[in-house]
């Protein structure tokens, strides 16, 4: 079956610093790799998505590649900032329409 | 555009009582995902409809819970009757079926139950 796994958070970093929170899924056939975001208080957003190998997705400062060969999708951005404080979610999405997310990573920014 | 819509935010009712959680999706998508959320188990599918009939509700806790969706723009999820442990945030989602479409969500009910 479908699984996706992500680091385990909370992730706490400073203002400007490096982040990569890690993915990697299990699925059969050729998924559709997506990173959701979830501000406090508020439902998940899109952040990105890539529907095929290779493809990379970005927004918003953020970027993620699909791998084939690693089954990964990891999730960076190259400068953080506190309004990037929120919970994200990995997700693979497959035959009918269905998402599989990951546990979520919380991040946290410090100024 | 409106986005997903749900009503109530947020709900605090007593053990024993009737709870009807309520979704309306973006217009035009024509599948709706339920979901529930909480600190100990996640994220979890609770039911999905594609064109207003339910696909798969395997994730539906137990009996105790039910969802309808009578038309392309209104979903109810109810619970009857209701317990603490039933205490979470509830999101409806949508997306226009595709294989992997993007799922767009509400800003969830805030479920309460004393």
């Known amino acids: 079956g479908n699984s996706v796994t992500q680091m385990e958070g909370p992730v706490t970093l400073s203002e400007e610093a490096f982040l990569t929170i890690n993915c990697t899924y299990t699925a059969t056939g050729y998924p559709s790799l997506f990173w959701y975001v979830q501000y406090p208080g508020e439902g998940l957003q899109l952040l990105l998505k890539a529907t095929k190998a290779d493809d990379k997705g970005s927004n918003k400062g953020f970027e993620a590649t699909y791998r084939k060969e690693t089954t990964s999708f990891h999730l960076e951005k190259g400068s953080v900032q506190v309004s990037d404080s929120a919970v994200y979610f990995c997700a693979l999405g497959n035959a009918g329409n269905m998402l599989t997310f990951g546990g979520g990573t919380r991040l946290m920014v410090k100024p | 555009d409106a986005g997903v819509i749900q009503s109530p935010r947020h709900e605090v009712t007593e053990m024993g009582q009737e709870v009807t959680l309520r979704c309306k999706p973006i217009?035009?998508?024509?599948?709706l995902f339920w979901y529930r959320q909480t600190m100990m188990r996640g994220l979890e599918l609770l039911i999905y409809?594609?064109?207003?009939?339910?696909?798969?509700d395997s994730g539906m806790p137990e009996d105790r819970f039910s969802a309808k969706m009578p038309n392309a723009s209104f979903s109810t999820l109810k619970i009857q009757p209701s317990e603490p442990r039933d205490s979470a945030v509830y999101f409806c989602?949508?997306?226009?079926?595709?294989?992997?479409?993007?799922?767009?969500f509400g800003p969830g009910t805030r479920l309460l139950v004393l």
């Open positions: 409809f594609n064109n207003n009939v339910p696909i798969d």
């Open positions: 989602a949508s997306s226009f079926r595709d294989r992997g479409e993007t799922q767009y």
């Open positions: 217009s035009g998508h024509n599948s």
